[in-house]
């Protein structure tokens, strides 16, 4: 899966910018993501991608049934339109097993916060339901589309392998496993994906063009194939009619749309999704974190001075220009950076509505709001980084063994 790497939109304060914004139509696809005039519509994308919104009727039934209060990214909307996921949840009720699938595309040698969504909410999801997991590495795809070379490719999948054990997902549970090294495997699933799917048909759906190198063709049906039980031999013998969860960001949706096209002719059950929204660039709405770019994110590997720096120079502010204005007019907390991360990170309810009402009124400034952001984000780095010190060489093998 891909890394979210996508370059910061350049960014004034509301208060600051008077001419009005240039219309532009929103482009959001695996590679590349950019928000219109206003951001990202997420109702749009509901709409173009012919996938559901999730509803508090959905919801009350996730608790009702995993006897667990929601995560707050789903009451809070974060994580907001799915795919079959009443099936999921049919299959729960009914005691069959089912499992879980998500991904990430090692290009850098740290995570940053914006890949933290997918792996946190898996791991929800995990203790929720008591299922089993894969994480594909996709050191393949950033090996064609980027310019590393098959060492860096490596480095970076082991160091971002040794991230994702230290969210602490259960190991009796969870398998790891690279392309390049397991594909093998997978060959006899990705070989029935490549023949249901034309050139024209790859083309239309990612915009390849003839003068991209064959692997970019080839790589979809490579994401597509671990939606199918029989590409885990080792894990679920030759079963071919277990469903798979896949929890991604939105913009991944076009690979398990084919994905989904193909498995009934293929005799697989579709895969179901339950889809995240972006998190954004520090400096604003309309792009997400970047592993490229690292003054749009805050790292893993920060220190808590890098941290609170980051947040206090890069943190796009709906804040007023001195504090006397703020006083007066208040905050727009919907262009707010700090606030929009909060609403990620800061798991009580009570103090989110209370800090977004007293910025919103005036009665916070905008550098109490960032140090309120830039203390949540320290501990989660710090409870992280104390977490990732024992996962040893010899517990990633114990993670990707197959």
């Not at 203790?127 to 490596?154: G, Y």
């Not at 190991?171 to 790891?176: A, S, V």
């Not at 079963?239 to 939105?250: M, N, V, Y």
């Not at 990170?345 to 009570?350: A, H, K, N």
Request: a neutral charge; glycine letters at 6%.
């Amino acid at each position: 899966m891909t890394d979210q790497s996508v370059p910061p939109t350049p960014t004034n304060n509301d208060n600051n910018n008077n001419a009005a914004p240039a219309e532009k139509d929103q482009k959001i696809t695996p590679w590349d993501v950019e928000g219109g005039a206003n951001g990202i519509d997420y109702d749009k994308l509901v709409r173009d991608f012919g996938c559901a919104k999730i509803d508090d009727a959905l919801i009350a039934r996730f608790e009702k049934l995993t006897k667990k209060k929601a995560h707050h990214w789903l009451r809070r909307g974060l994580f907001f339109s799915h795919r079959d996921l009443t099936a999921i949840l049919d299959a729960y009720e009914a005691g069959k097993p089912f499992y879980l699938y998500t991904g990430r595309g090692p290009s850098s040698d740290s995570l940053h916060f914006g890949h933290l969504i997918p792996f946190f909410f898996t791991k929800y999801l995990q203790d929720a339901f008591n299922v089993p997991l894969v994480i594909q590495m996709t050191d393949d795809e950033k090996f064609l589309w980027k310019d590393m070379t098959s060492d860096d490719a490596r480095k970076y999948l082991i160091e971002n392998v040794k991230d994702i054990i230290a969210i602490g997902f259960d190991i009796e549970k969870t398998f790891i496993f690279s392309n390049i090294e397991y594909l093998g495997y997978m060959y006899p699933t990705v070989v029935k994906i490549w023949k249901c799917v034309t050139g024209n048909q790859v083309k239309g759906i990612f915009g390849f063009q003839d003068s991209d190198n064959i692997g970019k063709f080839a790589f979809p049906a490579i994401q597509a194939a671990p939606s199918f039980p029989d590409a885990f031999p080792h894990i679920f013998g030759g079963r071919r009619d277990l469903l798979c969860l896949i929890p991604c960001a939105i913009d991944q949706d076009p690979y398990f749309r084919m994905t989904r096209d193909v498995a009934p002719r293929l005799g697989y059950k579709k895969p179901c999704l339950i889809h995240s929204k972006f998190f954004p660039a520090l400096q604003g709405h309309n792009t997400k974190m970047s592993a490229s770019a690292t003054n749009t994110a805050v790292f893993l590997t920060d220190t808590p001075k890098q941290v609170k720096d980051k947040i206090n120079k890069y943190a796009y502010s709906g804040g007023k220009d001195t504090a006397e204005e703020q006083r007066k007019f208040g905050a727009n907390i919907d262009v707010d950076v700090s606030i929009e991360y909060l609403t990620f990170f800061l798991e009580d309810d009570d103090k989110l509505a209370q800090i977004k009402e007293d910025y919103r009124t005036g009665k916070m400034l905008t550098g109490e709001v960032k140090a309120v952001l830039a203390g949540i984000l320290t501990e989660y780095v710090l409870r992280h980084q104390k977490a990732r010190a024992s996962v040893t060489d010899d517990v990633v093998k114990s993670f990707m063994a197959a």
